[in-house]
């Protein structure tokens, strides 16, 4: 106190004194502001799905990281604890556990202890698990209750019950009864006998056919429309068919939102299929816009900078006709193309289209200008995308003292499909492209040639981390001489998607004045196996081999190297350093690509 008085003193009369002591009683008695305590949990006795299922229902494990910890609330957490471990143990079948909790405070924080006993499980006695109704015979169902793992004497698991009883009703639903309810759903435990009975009795309710089906909308013309839906009055009305439908309208060209309606309340008795009954489907579509407008960027180390643009007009009429205009630019090629599509047969994979282009392009040590106009069947066969096709192309190529000029008409048959369990990153899958085409002299051609190409990639996942990708392209020009093969049919090899650590289109045969001119046979392939490394970044190491030659099999040469990966959202984006094995210097080169790798 004498120090207090001293202060008082030296603060003179002119301050109160009674507010003079209450600010030294308030900063004598305020709390200093400490650390929170620490928390540590440690649990005992139990290990696996039964450990990581305790944790989770602890609230005091979810403590032991906060910043905002007091004593009170690890206390309060610690009483709930014992309770939340008995209930995390139910659903495993251990009803009768013994807990023994204990919380120790030290300097440096508290500790809780749990000494788990999960005690004896439940077993199960009665077991019913069955369907009635219509549907009580339908193969989805009679396998769900045969493949369930509920049976006397197993262990009680309340994830297996749980399990069974919603794959019971959507099996039901899936086959078309969309009324099926459960009319015993129950689980009954005896933790005192460790015995539990579970009853599982499921009504299927009639089974679900298709009425009525309506598209509302105002775009297109009834028959159209007719076209694109896939099922039919009459047809079974099932979840995966009603995906069906709306996949068939959404996945067009046509519409933005498509919602389906079935209107149960106006369910009819089916005419002819006894407790069965007919429900109309009312399908809400909003249209897309009308025109659309896309713009892209890009780059390679082969075409350098690149600009491309589309404008393409969705509909131009009620019945469903679209044409689109692109434009390609960019340091070896550049382009413009106008297509005109008319829906056929199926109207989500099947069309009609005419073509006309303009393009100018680098060919080896030429530039060639061709002007192409074509019409094509397009439509999905057996799971393969074919192109019947005839195009007539008009075709001017131009060397360093000489002009070339030809014309064409080449009926022919594309096939493509792909297979992959990723779009932009695939783990395993394939694709496989081929084209077979020729022209006859003398009808609207100046030569007689057919030439056959195909491309086949695969990825195949080894591990979390690490891929291999294959690819092999094959091509054959069947003709009398190279001089009668046009330009733009020749083959070419090197560069960023064929053979690595040399220039792009480099790899061919050569004329008198040492100008790349083109050979009449093609083969390439290459292996590559890429490792992600940290998040979307990755390494790759690759091996390429091939080249285009006017003999079979032609002279192959070789290229290795690695490179950088980044798994981007528009697919993978290549950096590779590449050294041609069979060149003379074997200058390096650096090659820029992106892309699908399928």
């Known amino acids: 106190m004498r120090s207090a008085e001293t202060a008082l003193r030296a603060m003179g009369p002119g301050i109160p004194r009674a507010f003079v002591v209450l600010c030294l009683l308030l900063g004598l008695t305020s709390p200093s502001r400490a650390d929170p305590p620490t ?40 009483r709930r604890a014992p309770e939340e471990i008995r209930r995390a143990l139910q659903p495993f079948g251990h009803y009768q ?17 749990y000494d788990v006993e999960p005690g004896p499980r439940v077993h199960l ?57 459960y009319r015993r759903s129950q689980l009954r435990v005896r933790p005192e006998a ?26 297109l013309t009834d028959d159209l429309v007719a076209r694109l839906v896939p099922v039919e009055a009459g047809d079974r009305l099932t979840s995966e068919r009603l995906l069906d439908l709306q996949f068939a309208l959404a996945d067009t060209d046509f519409f933005q939102r498509v919602s389906v309606d079935v209107q149960r309340a106006r369910a009819t008795p089916h005419p002819r299929r006894g407790e069965a009954v007919q429900v109309p489907v009312v399908v809400r579509t909003g249209p897309r816009p009308p025109r659309q407008y896309s713009f892209g960027l890009g780059y ?86 074919r192109s019947l096709y005839t195009r007539y192309t008009i075709e ?34 394939w694709s496989l492209f081929l084209d077979l085409h020729h022209a006859q002299e003398g009808v609207l051609s100046d030569t007689t040639f057919t030439q056959t190409r195909g491309r086949l990639q695969a990825v195949w996942g080894l591990g979390a981390r690490l891929r291999l990708l294959g690819r092999v392209e094959l091509g054959a020009d069947f003709t009398d001489a190279l001089s009668n093969l046009p330009a733009s049919e020749r083959f070419f090899a090197g560069g960023d998607r064929s053979v690595r650590g040399y220039a792009y289109q480099s790899l061919a045969p050569k004329n008198a004045e040492g100008d790349v001119i083109g050979g009449k046979y093609l083969a390439t392939a ?3 196996a890429d490792l992600r490394v940290v998040g979307n970044w990755g390494v790759a190491a690759f091996y390429d081999a091939g080249n285009a030659d ?15 990966r980044w798994f981007s959202p528009i697919g993978t984006i290549r950096l590779d350093y590449a050294v041609p094995l069979d060149a003379p210097n074997r200058a390096y080169r650096i090659h820029f690509s992106m892309g699908p790798d399928l």
Not at 396 to 415: A, H, K, Q, V, W
């Open 39 to 78: 928390l540590t949990v440690d649990i005992a006795g139990v290990s696996g799905d039964l450990l990581n299922n305790v944790r989770a229902f602890l609230t005091i494990t979810e403590l032991a990281g906060s910043s905002s910890l007091t004593a009170d609330r690890i206390r309060r957490a610690h």
């Open 97 to 113: 556990p013994t807990v023994r909790a204990r919380l120790t405070p030290g300097d440096s924080g508290f500790v809780a202890r």
């Open 125 to 181: 006695e009665e077991v019913e698990i069955t369907a009635t109704g219509p549907g009580a015979e339908a193969d989805a169902l009679r396998e769900v209750i045969a493949d369930t793992p509920l049976a006397p004497d197993r262990p009680l698991n309340h994830a297996e019950y749980d399990t069974t009883k919603r794959r019971l009703i959507e099996a039901a639903v899936q086959a078309g009864y969309l009324d099926a309810e």
């Open 194 to 219: 460790g015995t539990a009975d579970i009853h599982l009795v499921l009504a299927t309710g009639p089974a679900y056919y298709f009425g009525e089906v309506r598209v509302l909308q105002d775009i």
């Open 300 to 385: 390679g180390t082969d075409t350098g900078p690149r600009f491309s643009a589309e404008a393409k007009f969705r509909r131009i009429n009620r019945r469903g006709h679209s044409i689109a205009t692109d434009l390609l630019v960019s340091r070896v090629r550049q382009s413009l193309g106008t297509r005109y599509q008319i829906p056929i047969g199926n109207v989500r994979t099947d069309r009609m289209s005419f073509t006309g282009s303009y393009q100018r392009a680098d060919l080896g040590d030429g530039i060639s200008h061709k002007y192409t106009f074509g019409v094509s069947r397009d439509r999905l066969w057996h799971g393969w995308q």
């Open 396 to 429: 001017r190529f131009e060397f360093t003292d000489d002009t070339e000029r030809t014309r064409f008409l080449t009926p022919g048959i594309s096939l493509s499909r792909t297979r992959a369990d990723d779009a932009l990153r695939p783990r395993r899958g």
């Open 526 to 528: 290459s292996l590559e």
């Open 550 to 564: 006017d003999r079979w099999p032609p002279e192959t040469v070789a290229g290795a190297g690695a490179g950088l």
